[in-house]
């Protein structure tokens, strides 16, 4: 037999979880052909002795649903070993909408997701209105990675509603409507459905975004399209339900009902919190509850801290302040010159510390909060442990804001700061992590471009929680990153190195694979920011059986696929 690839010498973990093993792997037609000791010709070979061979990385929550477009390769999340994508999560999607009623849409995903409309504006070439005219225009951009969308609530609603979407309850009418143009995207090959409820979601002018006016009623209806059908995963931004105690079991018994009446999988993401430790235990006891009611519920976490990335060249905490405001609208070098001048950063420290406690504003999403010094961390590297700002002013003496701003002129005001959101308590993620009913993803790659760079929660797990603490092992890690969510959300023939699967493939250095530190660079289009981070120790990934990244450099490969639900794939 002639093989497209031959991968020579590895050591193969084939994502099910079973132990290691040496063995090539063969290529051909973009399916892996064979695995065992292969000596056949093949036009291309890899030698990958002292690395290992698994499946492609899938990453199921990412926003890339415009970024496809100008970055067919999906960075930065092809640089952590992820072939295949899942975009359109939180209600957020680009069709169904009209090129004429593009503003609506991008107003649903400047402020909720960070993504500049100036580069949605200068990177997408609209030609489509239908969510099935989306798909297709997916379909034939040329792509590096593979990508399957969900249709999401907020676009649903502003297609048929228009502004009324932003502003009031749907009618009768217009719900069928909705019903009618989800149902067309499903048997086109959307996902699934997804929906956002939370105040984290806001437009600039500070609404909220379309989809949280529905009412419950309006979300039981549009999962029920999917139930009626037997297709597609639905996706939810929880609501807002504080700690309330009869408001979350309302919540919570509204989303096992609706999973177990519509026999629809659903899926939310969720974190521990230092200021309610154990919140998160109730929606994974949900989970369970639900699957002994006969519904399907799964739990997407991450892998680390949600961190804020910070820095003097894109957002500090500080920076609403009055006196700290007009110094913040300069060019980077004049407001190093103002923070070296005596009497300015005087007055900068006093603001800091004089600012009341309750000021009026709101930050939202991942926008910086409030600075707690025992919780604002140096990023002098890529990986913790980080250093914080309390730590380093009570050793040096000094006040914590003086230290903030000699480190960052230290650096040409380019270091980066980390602000946790979420996850601070690290013994409560790899609990998560470990849980049957969860899948580690959620990186929101594509989205909050300068605000976090999670699209290396994978390399993070890799390095820090299997090689550093030793608390996975890799075939556990591997089986957690491709297999479970492959089966989750039924991308069939992906996931898994077996003969006749889909020939999506990376070898890396298990010793060195690891992030690298991020950078700033403005290379979206119209120049906007975005914060970039590659990893370190990765050879080659393979898609669809040609290699599109050798050393985590492209090589002009572009194989990528649509992946399609079920009910386009027949």
């Not at 143009?181 to 379309?210: C, K, M, W, Y």
């Not at 177990?260 to 430790?277: C, E, L």
Request: with cysteine; charged share 25%; aromatic share 8%.
């Amino acid at each position: 037999m002639s093989y497209d690839l031959v991968i020579k010498n590895g050591t193969v973990i084939d994502g099910s979880g079973m132990p290691r093993f040496r063995a090539d792997v063969g290529i051909a037609g973009g399916k892996i052909a064979s695995i065992g000791k292969i000596s056949e010709h093949a036009k291309e070979t890899i030698d990958a002795d002292g690395h290992v061979v698994t499946p492609g990385i899938i990453d199921a929550h990412t926003h890339m649903d415009a970024q496809v477009f100008w970055d067919p390769m999906g960075t930065c999340s092809c640089w952590h070993g992820i072939t295949s994508v899942v975009m359109g999560n939180c209600g957020f999607s680009l069709a169904p909408c009209a090129e004429k009623d593009k503003l609506m849409v991008m107003r649903n995903l400047e402020r909720a997701e960070d993504i500049a409309p100036e580069a949605m504006e200068a990177g997408i070439k609209w030609s489509w209105e239908t969510f099935p005219q989306y798909l297709d225009a997916v379909d034939r951009t040329p792509k590096g990675i593979n990508y399957t969308a969900y249709i999401g609530h907020s676009a649903l609603r502003t297609f048929v509603m228009g502004e009324r979407a932003f502003e009031h309850e749907a009618t009768g009418d217009e719900i069928e409507g909705m019903k009618r143009e989800l149902r067309s995207a499903i048997r086109a090959g959307a996902i699934g459905f997804t929906t956002s409820r939370t105040r984290n979601h806001q437009t600039p002018d500070g609404h909220p975004v379309a989809s949280r006016l529905a009412n419950w009623s309006e979300v039981r209806e549009l999962v029920g399209v999917m139930g009626e059908e037997n297709a597609g995963v639905f996706e939810i931004a929880g609501e807002d339900t504080g700690l309330a105690p009869d408001r979350v079991k309302d919540y919570l018994d509204r989303l096992k009902a609706l999973a177990v009446d519509t026999r629809v999988p659903v899926t939310y993401g969720m974190f521990s919190q230092r200021k309610a430790p154990d919140y998160w235990r109730q929606y994974f006891k949900l989970a369970d509850e639900t699957a002994d009611a006969g519904g399907r519920m799964f739990i997407q976490v991450h892998s680390r801290s949600l961190n804020v990335v910070l820095s003097f060249e894109t957002t500090m905490p500080f920076d609403k302040l009055p006196v700290w405001r007009d110094i913040r609208k300069l060019r980077l070098a004049e407001q190093a010159a103002a923070l070296r001048n005596p009497e300015i950063r005087a007055k900068l420290v006093a603001a800091v510390h004089d600012q009341p406690r309750e000021d009026g504003r709101r930050a939202v999403g991942p926008e910086p909060r409030r600075a707690n010094f025992k919780w604002l961390f140096v990023m002098d590297q890529a990986s913790p442990p980080h250093r914080s700002i309390a730590e380093i002013a009570e050793e040096l003496n000094k006040d914590p804001v003086e230290v903030i701003i000699d480190l960052a002129l230290a650096k040409d005001l380019k270091q980066f700061f980390l602000q946790p959101l979420a996850n601070e308590n690290q013994d409560h993620v790899l609990e998560m992590m470990r849980n049957p009913r969860s899948v580690v993803t959620f990186s929101d790659s594509g989205a909050h471009v300068s605000q976090i760079m999670d699209s290396s929660l994978q390399s993070h797990l890799l390095s820090y929680w299997v090689r550093e603490k030793q608390a996975l092992t890799l075939e556990q890690a591997i089986r957690m990153l491709t297999f479970v969510p492959a089966s989750h959300w039924g991308l069939t023939g992906r996931g898994l190195l077996r003969e006749g699967m889909a020939a999506d493939v990376i070898v890396f250095d298990a010793d060195k694979i690891a992030p690298m530190m991020p950078k700033l660079e403005y290379d979206l289009p119209a120049g906007a920011r975005r914060l970039k981070q590659k990893a370190a120790g990765l050879m080659a990934t393979v898609v669809n059986g040609e290699v599109v990244l050798r050393n985590n450099e492209p090589t002009g490969n572009l194989p990528g696929r649509l992946l399609r639900g079920p009910l386009a794939r027949g």
